[in-house]
């Protein structure tokens, strides 16, 4: 059972990326997925989840109109598209998945899966 990040990469200032979150050994649509990121220095932060049921998506304010969740349940995959990234969101970003969507939005209690992680660098 593990969640697999990746789609990671370097982009220029203003650029975008599409990241991925498979799934093996469960079923993703039984689950609430989310994406989070952590910059060096800094705590991990929460940046958008999905809902299991009804696909109802929560962004943080600072990406908002810039990144969107989505998921392929038919694919067992959640995406994360990136858009217009600014140099102070590198960061790694990682993918979590629980059937509670409370436990993405507050992490009480954390996450039942975490992928790995996949770095993302927004640099000139």
């Known amino acids: 059972v593990q969640l697999q990040a990746s789609g990671g990469g370097l982009v220029q200032p203003g650029g975008s990326l599409r990241l991925s979150c498979a799934a093996s050994?469960?079923?993703?649509?039984?689950?609430?997925v989310g994406w989070f990121r952590q910059a060096p220095g800094k705590e991990r932060e929460g940046v958008s989840c999905?809902?299991?049921?009804?696909?109802?998506?929560y962004t943080d304010d600072p990406v908002k109109g810039r990144f969107t969740i989505s998921r392929d349940n038919a694919g067992n995959m959640v995406y994360l598209e990136m858009n217009s990234l600014k140099p102070d969101e590198t960061a790694v970003y990682y993918c979590?998945?629980?059937?509670?969507?409370?436990?993405?939005?507050?992490?009480?209690?954390?996450?039942?899966?975490w992928g790995q992680g996949t770095q993302v660098t927004v640099s000139s």
């Open positions: 050994g469960f079923t993703l649509d039984e689950y609430s």
């Open positions: 999905i809902s299991a049921r009804d696909g109802k998506i």
């Open positions: 979590a998945a629980d059937p509670s969507l409370s436990s993405l939005i507050d992490g009480t209690p954390p996450p039942s899966y």
